[in-house]
């Protein structure tokens, strides 16, 4: 079943995050309206439905992970789907909104309220949470690749493939190490993998 303490961002599983004081779809929302064009992240990603589609409708299918949803499902269900379990969304590990994986980097320069609590690696240029930059450093992070040879997921620090297709291969078919959101941790078992 889904839990309430999982998070994300920075690899932090299960500090911190809180209920959100804006309602989910607003947060799910803003993290949408960041999608706009080639994120600093990687991916094109408005290839999904944009921020509107969250009001109105699903389509039977998470705009995220695309699971599909049951056809009876309630918006409560979907809501929570992603708050806490959607495998491509995570809480910032500087303000708990919930923002899509990809983006976080954007997140951080353009929304987040903690963003103070970043720091850019001198090395990587990554946006590290400040406690966790002398491991950061410790273990020899890599330069980021170029937006067309690939992505580096800020939860791992890994390189993944380019696009939102390599996002999707990380986060959804591999499962990335340090994300506590897999597709089994939700209320959504036994649903098709991807439409």
Request: charged content about 30%; some cysteine.
């Amino acid at each position: 079943g889904g839990g309430g303490g999982r998070g994300g961002g920075g690899g932090k599983a299960g500090e911190g995050e809180r209920t959100p004081a804006r309602s989910t779809r607003a947060r799910v929302r803003s993290a949408a309206r960041s999608r706009s064009g080639r994120s600093d992240a990687g991916g094109d990603l408005n290839e999904t439905a944009d921020s509107d589609a969250l009001e109105t409708s699903h389509d039977g299918f998470c705009q995220f992970c695309e699971v599909a949803f049951p056809p009876d499902i309630e918006a409560r269900e979907v809501d929570l789907h992603y708050w806490q379990d959607c495998p491509m969304l995570a809480a910032c590990a500087g303000c708990q909104q919930v923002v899509e994986i990809a983006t976080f980097a954007e997140h951080i320069d353009a929304e987040c309220e903690k963003a103070a609590a970043f720091s850019p690696c001198d090395r990587c240029g990554e946006a590290i949470h400040g406690d966790e930059m002398p491991e950061h450093r410790r273990v020899g992070c890599k330069p980021v690749p170029a937006a067309e040879d690939g992505n580096r997921c800020p939860l791992c620090h890994t390189n993944i493939g380019a696009g939102r297709e390599g996002w999707m291969t990380h986060l959804l078919d591999e499962g990335c190490a340090r994300n506590p959101r897999t597709r089994d941790a939700g209320g959504l078992q036994g649903q098709p993998e991807r439409k």
